[in-house]
């Protein structure tokens, strides 16, 4: 089973996993909007209408999620390192492989995956709770994969978009938890503010 075929129900019983619903995750006190660049808001200006035009996983992950994940790495100074469609076999025995969206790791090496991996980011067309099962089980596998690496974390983030939504979950303990709130492509200042906070968080978790 790819990660893919994974729903809600095959994460609790194949994977043996908790599931916490209407979770939040993050408190509006420690978000705080990150301004981007003139780069990254020609680029959603100009291509996101174009991507929902088309409305296909693969327009809305190449023209609005990759520019916001590539704006993600240059804002932190490419300290760390972005994989797109990467093949992340962990366990074939668990049915833990398959390709993912995207990968975030803390290491900066760029020519392959290396641990810890800290986020998970899977694009679906529109169904955002159909993705949810398929991200929690990566983030598992990326749980899995840097305890066997020898560089366990304390939690992994995880998001399912469409682009225009985003959904974010934590794996932590065994434990999924998913956010209450969805956050959106027109507030996008905040969205970034998110994903600086988690990939931060993570830094000064591994350097404590």
Request: contains cysteine; glycine residues 4%.
């Amino acid at each position: 089973m790819a990660y893919s075929k994974f729903t809600l129900k095959d994460a609790k019983e194949k994977l043996g996993l908790q599931i916490v619903e209407n979770e939040k995750i993050f408190s509006d006190d420690n978000i705080k909007p990150a301004p981007i660049s003139d780069y990254l808001q020609t680029t959603l200006a100009e291509f996101a209408p174009l991507a929902l035009s088309i409305n296909t996983e693969k327009s809305r992950s190449e023209w609005i999620i990759a520019p916001i994940m590539a704006e993600l790495r240059r804002e932190l100074k490419n300290t760390i390192s972005l994989f797109s469609g990467f093949t992340f076999t962990v366990d074939e025995g668990k049915e833990l492989d398959g390709k993912c969206d995207y990968i975030i790791s803390l290491n900066p090496e760029q020519f392959y995956i290396t641990a810890p991996v800290i986020t998970i980011v899977e694009a679906k067309k529109e169904n955002i709770v159909q993705g949810l099962g398929q991200c929690i089980a990566t983030m598992y596998a990326a749980d899995l994969y840097n305890k066997q690496e020898g560089t366990p974390i304390p939690c992994i983030y995880g998001c399912v978009t469409s682009g225009t939504t985003w959904k974010f979950m934590k794996f932590s303990d065994n434990t999924a938890y998913i956010d209450i709130d969805e956050y959106y492509l027109k507030e996008i200042e905040s969205l970034m503010g998110i994903l600086l906070t988690i990939v931060r968080s993570e830094q000064d978790a591994v350097k404590s």
